[in-house]
């Protein structure tokens, strides 16, 4: 049966009324062109080609219901394959003079359960510059962009009856472009990566999830089996330091497939001058379920969103005979981006790093501590370093009262 898109009273109810839980996000939770002459049809063809080889180019299939999508590498796509230097979970690009981003590959090292598999996204809209940030999180290999040229508005046909002016002369040595204008109007499929169907014995699963929004963008893996007619809208509801917002995406014709990016930023609807704001829900049109949590950003001085980090879990006090060591700590690292988590211990010259933590993608942690050696106080702190992508955060102090 048809999806009807729900009451907003109803959000987080599925098909059959029944509430549906929403999980809370807690993540640590792409110029080579040819001739110019080419025009954008020929270009899309040509790229779709180039994706139709990419599990032999690249080592990259499509994922399957029984097992998880093998590691290979992006396509070189218009770009070519661009390594990112460093230890950097998230960068800025921008298209060339001229030309706009219309999707890109990405890969990384990914973190703790994850792969970091290269995956390639469709952009909504075009745009002129983009946060890339990896889906499993973990510092970036490498990506690669695919272009498109800027949309130019079609001229208007010259009036034989009208007279030219005679300071402005025709050069009849002048070459005449052959590129026809780009119809802004026109949306083009982009290639993305194909998703697999989620249907089973009982019909189509209209219950189908997504990954939970990062500060930049929402990635959405439409379903191989989706029906048609429903994948053409998206609603991202955000609270800023300027009230709140919803942004709509809609596509007036047809309808999205494969894996589609939504940047925040890029809407027109995105506010100006913002410094802090809050993604708190998501509605994508082709299912009942609906993302509902906390991504808590800010914007850094450079424009780019960094996600806020936060510790919770963390005890202050405990105690603990010598010669043995206290009990692990079970903590969320929410946002805790790429670099390390560390264990620190306070001296009397400083605080000196105890071990590495190493969050896995939902940010769960356990935090196990040394042997205690001398009786008195020992104080620890967690301390997440934060990264490109994330703030970091430093815990409270824990106070460990040794006896004897």
Not at 171 to 199: A, C, I, L, R
Not at 232 to 260: A, K, M, P
Request: net charge negative; with cysteine.
């Amino acid at each position: 049966m048809p999806l009807t898109k729900p009451d907003p009273a109803r959000l987080l109810k599925n098909a059959s009324g029944v509430p549906q839980e929403s999980p809370k996000h807690r993540r640590p939770g792409p110029d080579r062109l040819h001739a110019d002459a080419m025009s954008t049809p020929h270009r899309l063809a040509l790229a779709a080609a180039t994706l139709a080889l990419l599990p032999v180019l690249g080592g990259l299939t499509a994922p399957t219901a029984q097992g998880a999508q093998p590691v290979g590498n992006c396509p070189d796509l218009d770009s070519g394959r661009v390594v990112v230097p460093g230890n950097q979970d998230q960068v800025v690009v921008t298209a060339p003079a001229g030309r706009t981003i219309v999707g890109y590959c990405l890969k990384s090292a990914g973190l703790r359960g994850t792969t970091g598999a290269p995956y390639q996204v469709a952009l909504d809209s075009a745009v002129t510059s983009l946060v890339l940030k990896h889906r499993d999180g973990g510092n970036l290999t490498h990506y690669s962009l695919l272009y498109a040229p800027v949309p130019t508005t079609p001229e208007q046909p010259v009036d034989p009856d009208q007279p030219v002016d005679p300071e402005q002369p025709v050069d009849p040595e002048q070459p005449v472009d052959p590129e026809q204008p780009v119809d802004p109007e026109v949306q083009p499929e982009v290639p993305s990566t194909p998703n697999p169907p989620v249907g089973g014995p009982h019909g189509f699963d209209w219950n189908w999830t997504y990954p939970a929004p990062s500060c930049s963008e929402l990635t959405v893996p439409y379903p191989g089996d989706l029906p048609g007619g429903q994948a053409n809208d998206v609603n991202v509801r955000i609270s800023t330091d300027q009230g709140q917002r919803t942004l709509n995406f809609h596509r007036n014709e047809g309808t999205w497939s494969g894996t589609v990016g939504f940047p925040f930023a890029q809407h027109p609807q995105w506010p100006a001058g913002i410094g802090r704001y809050v993604v708190e829900w998501v509605q994508v049109g082709g299912t009942n379920y609906h993302w509902q949590g906390e991504v808590d950003c800010v914007v850094g001085d450079a424009g780019a969103p960094r996600a806020v980090t936060d510790i919770e879990g963390w005890r202050t006090t405990a105690t603990v005979r010598k010669g043995r060591a206290v009990g692990a700590d079970a903590v969320v690292v929410d946002q805790a981006g790429a670099d390390p988590v560390v264990l620190e211990k306070r001296t009397p010259s400083g605080w000196a790093a105890v071990r590495t933590i190493a969050p896995g993608a939902d940010g769960a942690a356990v935090v196990t501590f040394p042997r205690e050696t001398r009786r008195g106080t020992s104080v620890y702190r967690l301390r997440a370093h934060g990264s490109e992508s994330a703030t970091g955060d430093v815990s409270t102090a824990l106070r460990v009262r040794v006896t004897r």
